[in-house]
Every structure is written in C-alpha cells, then in structure tokens.
T-cell receptor, first 111, second 113 residues
C-alpha cells in the first residue's frame, strides 16, 4: 500500500526564520498531496495541497514543493511565528483512494 | 457552518463497556472518515463512507469495532467491548468526495480503564 513518511520527527526553528518540513512518499502513482497542521488538543487543519501536475504551489506564508523524480514533498513556512508551532502531517492520494497520512513532524518555534 | 461536530469530546469508561462515538459531518459533504490517533501509531484511518456507504473498512482493528452512517448527517463508531488499548483520540472528518480536502472534527479523547 501507499507509504508516506517523514525525514525528521522534530524541528526547532528561531522565530522569524524560515521552516522547511520534508516528506517522502513511496507510490509513484500518487497524484494528490496535502499538508495538515495539528495544534495540541485539536484536529488536523488543512494548510495547502498540490496535484502531481504541479511542482510548486504558494499560499499565505507557505509554499509546497513537489519533486516527483525523487518522490519528495516539502512544506516551507516563511517568517515562522510562535503560532506555527504544531505537528505537521503530509498525506497523499492515488486515483480515487482516500488520503494516507504520514507520521508527522513536530515544529517548535523558539521565541 | 459549525464544521464537523463530534461528541462526546471526552469519554472515560471501564474495560468491557460499550462506547459510542458520534459525528455530524459538514452539510453537503458526501464522504466521511473515522481516524484513530495515538502516540505510538500516529493517525490511522479506520473506515470511510461515500454517500453513506462504507467503502473501505480495512483499518478497523477487529470485530469489536463497528461504524454506521444511517444518513448523510450522522455517523457512529462503536466499540464493544472496549479494552484499555482502545484508548486514543478518535477523529471524524468529512469532505466533498474522497480526494478533496478533509475537514476534521475536534476529536473524542477516549480513555478505557
């Protein structure tokens, strides 16, 4: 089955710096990718998504990059703020299947 | 819209008791998902419905778990009998189709003593 994994379980960054959270997927047929943010005590919240016909997509302070050659996905957060501290999940989908979530990366922003 | 609604938010029960978790998806969404989240196993998909029909229940741990969706606005996840290893946060999510963004509820924190 599909497998979505994360390179780093934890990431600490200084407030104001940029954050990069990485994710690897194993199924070359995956064609839809999504990033979620989960704050303590809350459910995951959608951040940004990207389809396989794109390499890059930008949102408000966030950018998702997709490298299909190496099956790698990244989430870049510009000017990281304390409110960005959370666990970030990537997920992928293939065809008409549901999303498969990775294990998550905990981002800690140091004031 | 109030988003996905789950109840109860917290449930503490004793081993062997029946537990029923409830979910109201966002109006108009036709797909509903039940997840379980633990520190050890992360976020696991248990089952999902499309147009009230169960599509994939391969993630349901065992026969003690069952889920129903009698109509488009309500779903339940039942554990009978419950065991301490069922302790987790259970999330319900809904979406427009199985591949669109999923909107998660606040979760139900279940503790089985």
């Amino acid at each position: 089955g599909e497998s979505v994994g994360l390179h780093l379980p934890t990431l600490s960054v200084q407030e104001g710096d940029n954050s990069i959270i990485n994710c690897a997927y194993s199924n070359s047929a995956s064609d839809y990718f999504i990033w979620y943010k989960q704050e303590s005590g809350k459910g995951p919240q959608f951040i940004i998504d990207i389809r396989s016909n794109m390499d890059k997509r930008q949102g408000q302070r966030v950018t998702v990059l997709l490298n299909k050659t190496v099956k790698h996905l990244s989430l870049q957060i510009a000017a990281t703020q304390p409110g960005d501290s959370a666990v970030y999940f990537c997920a992928d989908s293939t065809g008409a299947n549901n999303l498969f979530f990775g294990t998550g990366t905990r981002l800690t922003v140091i004031p | 819209d109030a988003g996905v609604i789950q109840s109860p938010r917290h449930e503490v029960t004793e081993m062997g008791q029946e537990v029923t978790l409830r979910c109201k998806p966002i109006s108009g969404h036709n797909s509903l998902f039940w997840y379980r989240q633990t520190m050890m196993r992360g976020l696991e998909l248990l089952i999902y419905f499309n147009n009230n029909v169960p599509i994939d229940d391969s993630g349901m741990p065992e026969d003690r778990f069952s889920a129903k969706m009698p109509n488009a606005s309500f779903s339940t996840l039942k554990i009978q009998p419950s065991e301490p290893r069922d302790s987790a946060v259970y999330f319900c999510a809904s979406s427009l189709g199985t591949r669109f963004e999923q909107f998660f509820g606040p979760g139900t924190r279940l503790t089985v003593l």
